[in-house]
């Protein structure tokens, strides 16, 4: 599920990776805004973002942190 923000609230946005993150740039990263949060990979900054709404991001984060999905080899 993915959602749509307004023309250019993008170009303004404030980005973070994880404090997890390796020095090899390769993660992800997101923006905050009041309805969605915006995850793009940090290699290809250029390319347009993932929008999701906020409570389906957090969904996904918990869904991380229980381990549903494994981790990584």
């Avoid at 303004?12 to 990263?29: I, L, M």
């Avoid at 969904?59 to 942190?65: H, L, N, S, Y």
């Amino acid at each position: 599920m993915t959602t749509r923000l307004p023309a250019g609230q993008l170009a303004g946005a404030t980005w973070r990776k994880s404090r997890h993150s390796a020095a090899d740039n390769e993660c992800v990263e997101i923006a905050q805004f009041p309805s969605a949060i915006a995850v793009r990979d940090s290699k290809v900054v250029a390319r347009q973002p993932l929008v999701f709404p906020r409570a389906a991001f957090a969904e996904f984060v918990a869904g991380c942190r229980a381990g549903h999905w494994g981790t990584p080899d």
